[in-house]
């Protein structure tokens, strides 16, 4: 068990919910060469006199990262090399992981975003080839609570492009296709818009019939989208409304739905090796299922931790056997065996919610970011030796 120190004070959280929000703590960035100047393994189980964070099971503490303010939303790079960190007035923060020197190398903000001093609500990587041509490559895409979509270049700093859509006053998250050609964003009203890649232009808005009795599409705000990694032009979305809409981008209205999950952050996954979903929600109860991506039908409820069930913000499958979730209430993440559904190892006691997590895909046991507070914990499940 590692034991990690914090401070408290309070706040909102933009998405909508009054929560706990912590403010700076007194750990500085740090590289697991020396983790000990903050850290201390005092066996297995929970500690009489734990004060703070602490990792319990099969989970190592890789890295600490400090951020100036509260962290809310990150992305790993393709290849695992750097992580891009959203932080809650809109300036960006993009962090060196291999090597795993949690240096911050670029840091991207322009006067929209310090005027606005709104968070930045997703972030994603643009693909790039080496043929590409030099303003294609090393970009990433921003979507902000203020509305705005921003295309950095983050090696130079430079904004190339921003989108205002005069029909959304918020951004909340966004997604592109595999084929890097779309871009697909949602705001603060049901509807879905894709943007050309190329040309930064809004080329089609899905949404539902205006009928009250048809389920195809959206009734309340998204707050999750994902493109199927292998289907071209198939996406899903989900969000207050207890829906997960399926979506091809060149229809105007979603081809069929799951009912249940309410989805308050980026709490969907798709497993394209055996064609499942995952979902996690924020309630009370069961907050993760899985469901069977062709007939949307369930497959089966993760069950609920019984001393310490998280209401769940976000939510990813983990390598081949596992599945990591993080949120509120039980401020906590927590890593989850795909095949008994056991719980394997949980970072817990945080004293902000996990509003965001990104693992880097790499091997069987991928680095994990997760970001609460002002702080990102880069943790890797590992078995502890005897």
């Known amino acids: 068990m590692y034991v990690l120190q914090h401070t408290k004070q309070h706040s909102m959280m933009p998405g909508g ?40 099971g099969n989970m190592k503490l890789l890295a600490t990262i400090e951020c100036p303010t509260d962290v809310m939303c990150n992305r790993f790079s393709g290849d695992g090399t750097l992580l891009a960190v959203g932080l809650i007035n809109g300036t960006i923060k993009i962090f060196e992981m291999e090597p795993l020197t949690c240096h911050c190398l670029h840091s991207l903000q322009d006067e929209e975003t310090i005027k606005a001093k709104l968070p930045v609500t997703q972030i994603r990587f643009k693909h790039f080839e080496a043929a590409d041509k030099p303003e294609h490559k090393r970009i990433v895409i921003a979507s902000y609570a203020s509305g705005m979509i921003k295309f950095w270049h983050y090696t130079s700093g430079k904004c ?20 890097n050609t779309l871009l697909c964003t949602t705001g603060d009203d049901p509807r879905v818009h894709l943007y050309d890649l190329e040309t930064q232009k809004k080329v089609s808005t899905l949404e539902p019939s205006d009928g009250r009795d048809i389920m195809d599409g959206h009734k309340c705000r998204v707050f999750a989208l994902m493109y199927h990694p292998t289907i071209p032009h198939v996406f899903i979305s989900g969000g207050w409304d207890d829906t997960v809409q399926y979506w091809d981008d060149r229809m105007k209205h979603s081809q069929k739905h799951i009912s249940g999950p309410h989805i308050c952050g980026d709490a969907l996954d798709i497993d394209p090796r055996h064609n499942h979903i ?8 069961v907050t993760l299922q899985i469901w069977d991506f062709n007939t949307a039908q369930k497959i089966k409820d993760v069950p609920p931790e019984p001393l310490n069930n998280t209401m769940v913000y976000c939510c990813q499958w983990l390598g081949n056997d596992s599945i990591i979730c993080g949120g509120h209430n039980h401020n906590m993440a927590r890593v989850i065996d795909r095949g008994t559904l056991n719980t394997t190892g949980q970072l817990l006691d945080l004293q902000q919610s996990v509003y965001c997590l990104d693992n880097d895909h790499k091997g069987h046991h991928p680095k994990v970011a997760i970001g609460s507070q002002n702080f990102i914990y880069v943790v890797r499940e590992e078995k502890k030796s005897n």
């Open 17 to 56: 919910h009054d929560l706990e929000v912590v403010g700076r703590g007194s750990i500085s960035s740090q590289s697991s060469s020396n983790l000990s100047d903050f850290t201390a393994e005092l066996g297995t189980g929970r500690h009489a006199n734990h004060a703070g964070p602490y990792l319990e």
């Open 160 to 179: 190339l492009h921003t989108i205002n859509d005069p029909d959304h006053s918020q951004m909340l998250t966004l997604a592109v296709n595999p084929e």
């Open 278 to 285: 995952l979902t996690g929600s924020w309630c009370t109860g």
